[in-house]
């Protein structure tokens, strides 16, 4: 009779054997769940810290960041390590998979990487591996000698937290923790204030709830009935604070500079952006689709390519698309055959102008000068420049 594999579930951490590391942790210290450490100039954050630490005997927040970059060298230990102890960047930019900032269990693992048990266990063994080779080269010095870590959790300490009576609540990680403390501050003045502390409570609750579902989906696939009851309660939540938001306009009217700060800011900024990079005359459209500067590349002509590219049927064709562009049922009312003329004409006007005018072309094959186009004109050289053209 076969011999029983041992089921998927029931995968451990290993068990094997590893040799004492350089750094022992002080007796009776307990690992927390969840840490924060500096690479650099990035913060990374570890979920399962305590895992870590029960599978990498010695290891230390000090120690994480050497670990990392042994870590980063083996793709495949790097992958695992992260995703089984959540190692991820604090701020996490676009371009990080969503895979890589949520914790994975060792079965979901072994599933996606389709392991069997004892491949599971020398996955883990070289893992361990690494960390044996950096903690062999860590300073032997105590940790007791170290700065102690401030005390980190599901459940916050904050004095604000308890001040304001939120104390039950049990935050997911520390960043939401930190990001409602954060809010606390903001609101503090709402909340000693009598006749708004329930407004302003109900809104932060609101916007904690506001923010889960955004991260629920966001973070991971939700199909069919689960995806449409989550959009249900994210639209009525929505609902509820911007009711919330105009009540508290209504009661303390300088609050709209704490609530809709960084939207109102950001809309500013936007404007500003959008006046000044329209106050450059360079951005000017000339023919309504392209700026000055872009018709000048445009009407480059040379040996390999005598033939301008600028094409006025196209323009012609984008202004008429642009002028319907809320128009669901447009069809465009000019002949195809009208636009291949305009493309014509303009390209044989062009180089009959260039004729009359000896325009040279350039000879991009050569070196120096005489290989390359001209420099571009910007506004404020064509203006200091007061030279009459030749119009004969």
Same mark, same amino acid.
């Given at each position: 009779? @076969? ?18 590391? @350089? ?7 307990? !690992? ?19 895992? &870590? ?59 996606? &990487? ?24 860590? !300073? ?34 520390? %960043? ?33 709830? &506001? ?41 303390? !009217? ?18 500003? %952006?959008?006046?000044?990079?329209? %106050? ?38 984008? &202004? ?29 006007? *062009? ?31 064509? *203006? ?9």
């Amino acid at each position: 009779m @076969a011999p029983r594999k041992k089921p998927a579930e029931q995968l451990g951490l290993g068990e094997a054997p590893v040799r004492k590391p @350089a750094v022992v942790p002080a007796a009776g210290e307990l !690992p927390p769940a969840i840490v924060e450490y500096q690479n650099g100039t990035e913060a990374w954050t570890c979920k399962r810290f305590d895992l &870590l630490a029960a599978e990498l005997p010695g290891v230390t927040v000090g120690a994480l960041p050497r670990l990392q970059l042994a870590l980063e060298m083996h793709s495949r230990q790097w992958l695992i390590a992260r995703r089984l102890f959540g190692i991820m960047p604090v701020v996490a930019s676009p371009a990080v998979a969503i895979e890589d900032l949520q914790v994975w269990s060792p079965q979901q693992l072994v599933n996606t &990487l389709g392991l069997k048990p004892d491949q599971w266990q020398q996955e883990l063994a070289a893992v361990r591996g690494i960390w044996n080779m950096v903690a062999a080269n860590l !300073p032997s010095a105590p940790v007791s000698d170290l700065p102690p870590l401030p005390p980190r959790g599901l459940f916050s300490d904050d004095e604000l937290v308890k001040k304001y009576d939120f104390g039950r609540i049990r935050f997911r990680d520390q %960043a939401e923790t930190e990001r409602f403390v954060e809010r606390l501050r903001e609101f503090e003045k709402l909340l000693q204030d009598k006749t708004t502390t329930g407004v302003a409570r109900n809104l932060l609750n609101t916007e904690l709830q &506001l923010g889960r579902i955004d991260e629920e989906i966001s973070s991971r696939e939700i199909l069919g009935d689960d995806y449409r009851k989550n959009l249900k309660l994210r639209s009525e939540l929505m609902a509820d604070y911007n009711r919330l938001i105009s009540l508290l306009d209504k009661l303390a !009217p300088w609050f709209g500079t704490v609530a809709g700060y960084s939207f109102k800011g950001t809309i500013a900024e936007v404007t500003r %952006a959008i006046q000044e990079y329209q %106050a450059d005359a360079n951005h000017a459209l000339a023919d309504g689709i392209f700026t000055h500067t872009e018709i000048q590349v445009e009407l480059r002509r040379s040996v390999q390519t005598p033939e301008p590219r600028y094409r006025l049927g196209w323009v012609v064709a984008a &202004l008429e698309a642009k002028a319907n562009l809320w128009d669901r049922h447009f069809k465009s009312a000019i002949p195809h055959s009208v636009f291949k003329s305009l493309d014509h004409g303009m390209r044989e006007a *062009i180089k009959a102008a260039g004729q009359e005018t000896g325009e040279p072309l350039v000879d991009l094959e050569k070196d120096g000068p005489g290989g390359e186009y001209p420099d571009i004109i910007t506004v404020p050289a064509a *203006i200091t420049d007061t030279k009459e053209p030749d119009l004969k």
